[in-house]
């Protein structure tokens, strides 16, 4: 069965600082993976999407993530965070067709001044 | 601007009422998804649709169903409300069998007394 691990619960980090946030996955083929961004009080939103090709993907916000398939893991990194950058971040993976998307648990993310 | 819409931001029933939850979606998907989030559990699949009245089981449907009469319309129906169905409700949409982005509503928190 796929399945996804957001190690990190919260991860709080000073505004300017440069943020990695961690995404293991399971699945027995070739994943699509996902990182989606929901602030408080909000729905989802896409950052990015991998499919295929170029592992090192970019996404809206300044948000960048790479895909390491030795790792099965698909890493969300921004060189430097802005105070609107707080919210909960999910990873997610699904397969081809119809396959469903599972998500992981959410990370926390503050930012302080 | 696309648009998932989920009729009430925050809804209060009481145990062993029947429930609805109304999506409407304005992009011509042709499919749906009823997600929960509980904290620490992340986002959970209910229901979704693949078109007009077809529905699938996702991986909680207990005390679920749902109804999808009209493309743009999926409704989450719970036929006796229990406390333990107290939770934040997701409604997504995506387009077409390899395009797993997902468009999510704001949510609808409901409560069970």
């Known amino acids: 069965a796929q399945s996804v691990t957001q190690p990190d619960i919260h991860i709080t980090v000073s505004e300017g600082a440069s943020l990695e946030l961690r995404c293991n996955y399971s699945y027995g083929a070739t994943p699509y993976l996902f990182w989606y961004v929901q602030s408080p009080g909000q729905g989802l939103q896409l950052l990015l999407k991998y499919f295929s090709g170029d592992t090192l993907v970019q996404g809206i916000k300044g948000f960048e993530a790479e895909f390491k398939r030795s790792q099965s893991s698909f890493n969300l990194r921004k060189p430097s965070v802005h105070w609107s950058d707080a919210a909960e971040y999910f990873c997610a993976v699904g397969g081809g067709g119809y396959q469903k998307v599972t998500f992981g648990t959410g990370t926390k993310l503050q930012v302080i001044p | 601007d696309v648009k998932v819409t989920q009729s009430s931001r925050y809804l209060v029933k009481r145990t062993g009422e029947k429930v609805f939850l109304e999506c409407v979606q304005d992009?011509?998907?042709?499919?749906m998804f009823w997600y929960r989030q509980d904290p620490g559990l992340g986002l959970r699949l209910i229901y979704f649709?693949?078109?007009?009245?077809?529905?699938e089981k996702g991986d909680i449907p207990e005390g679920y169903s749902v109804s999808r009469e009209k493309k743009e319309r999926f409704s989450l129906i719970l036929e006796s409300a229990s406390t333990n169905q107290t939770s934040m409700y997701l409604c997504a949409s995506s387009s077409g069998q390899n395009s797993y982005g997902y468009t999510f509503g704001s949510g609808t928190r409901l409560t069970v007394v």
């Open positions: 992009m011509d998907h042709e499919n």
């Open positions: 649709s693949y078109d007009v009245k077809m529905k």
